[in-house]
C-alpha cells in the first residue's frame, strides 16, 4: 500500500557525542605528551680496565640528605669545590662519585653542581 502522509523532515543526527570524544582525545594527548626535553649527564662509568691515576685520590661520597664527603672528610659544598680545585692540576681530572643511599636527586644534583663549577670527568662507581 501507499503512504500518503507528509513527508517528515529528516533529523539531522546529533553531534554532541562527536565533540565529547574528540574533546576527550585532546586532553589525552596533552597529557600524554612531553612539553620539556631530556637532559642528559655526560658521566663514564668505572671500567674494570685498569689505568694509570695522576695526581692525589678525589673520591666523593654522596650521603643521604646532599651530605657530601671529599675522601672521607664531611665538607660543605663551597669546601668541596675549593678542595677539588686543590686536588686537581685541572678540572679535566677525573673526580670520582659514589652514593652511598643517597637518593637519586641528591646524586644528580651534586654531578650538576660539579658539571656547573666546570668538572668535566665526573666517574660513579658503586
Not at 689505568?51 to 651530605?67: H, K, N
Not at 641528591?106 to 650538576?112: G, P, Q, Y
Amino acid at each position: 500500500m501507499f503512504n500518503f502522509a507528509p513527508d517528515r523532515p529528516r533529523r539531522k543526527p546529533d553531534l554532541t557525542p562527536m565533540i565529547d570524544v574528540v574533546f576527550l582525545l585532546l586532553v589525552f594527548f596533552m597529557l600524554a605528551s612531553r612539553f620539556s626535553q631530556d637532559v642528559s649527564l655526560p658521566l663514564a662509568s668505572a671500567s674494570g680496565a685498569a689505568s694509570e691515576w695522576t695526581g692525589a685520590p678525589r673520591l666523593v661520597d654522596i650521603g643521604p640528605e646532599g651530605v657530601v664527603e671529599l675522601n672521607g672528610v664531611p665538607r660543605s659544598f663551597d669546601d668541596l669545590l675549593a678542595e677539588l680545585d686543590r686536588l686537581t692540576e685541572t678540572r679535566a681530572d677525573p673526580v670520582i662519585l659514589r652514593a652511598k643511599e643517597a637518593d637519586l636527586q641528591d646524586l644528580v644534583s651534586v654531578m650538576d653542581r660539579l658539571t656547573a663549577a666546570g668538572f668535566s670527568r665526573l666517574i660513579l662507581v658503586e
